[in-house]
């Protein structure tokens, strides 16, 4: 069976991709729910999001283009993780959070959207062998944790 291949740059952009849809999942919800502190809370999480993405570019620039084999299976898998899971697809409107009436409705979805970028990114992990990408994808699965417990932390707050 041949092998799938995709490059470190577009695995930087299946990881950008997803941070930016993020960003835009938080900005929505801030504009949805009009008190201050919820508002601002999904705010900040809009720049974490804008921050990662930022951080993951840079952590990419250093990935050489070269193609990184995987198993065929394996693509079809984190391919579907990212355009079924990660972060909500756009509703009516383009509004992702057709639907959510209360912000811990939101956070709920966003803690599932980490999740599943954990997901992602372990599957990359695990399914690469060229170590500079398992070093920045080590990296990402840090962030993405501990953005998860930052959500938790909110949660509760609430």
């Known amino acids: 069976m041949a092998e799938a291949i995709l490059t470190g740059k577009e695995i930087a952009q299946m990881a950008v991709a997803i941070e930016e849809r993020g960003a835009v999942f938080y900005t929505q919800a801030a504009q949805n729910f009009k008190e201050q502190k919820i508002s601002q809370t999904f705010l900040k999480l809009a720049e974490e999001e804008k921050e990662h993405a930022r951080f993951f570019r840079k952590l990419f620039e250093g990935l050489k283009e070269e193609n990184t084999p995987f198993n065929p299976q394996a693509v079809k898998y984190i391919k579907s993780i990212l355009e079924s899971t990660v972060f909500p697809q756009v509703g009516p409107d383009n509004n992702h959070l057709a639907g959510i009436e209360a912000p811990e409705q939101a956070l709920h979805l966003g803690i599932q ?18 170590e500079n990408a398992r070093g ?5 699965l ?10 938790r932390s909110y949660l509760e707050e609430i």
């Open 113 to 130: 959207a980490e999740k599943d970028a954990i997901l992602f990114y372990q599957e990359l992990y695990e399914n690469t062998a060229d």
């Open 142 to 151: 840090e962030e993405e944790k501990m953005h998860l417990v930052d959500l």
């Open 136 to 140: 920045v994808l080590s990296k990402l």
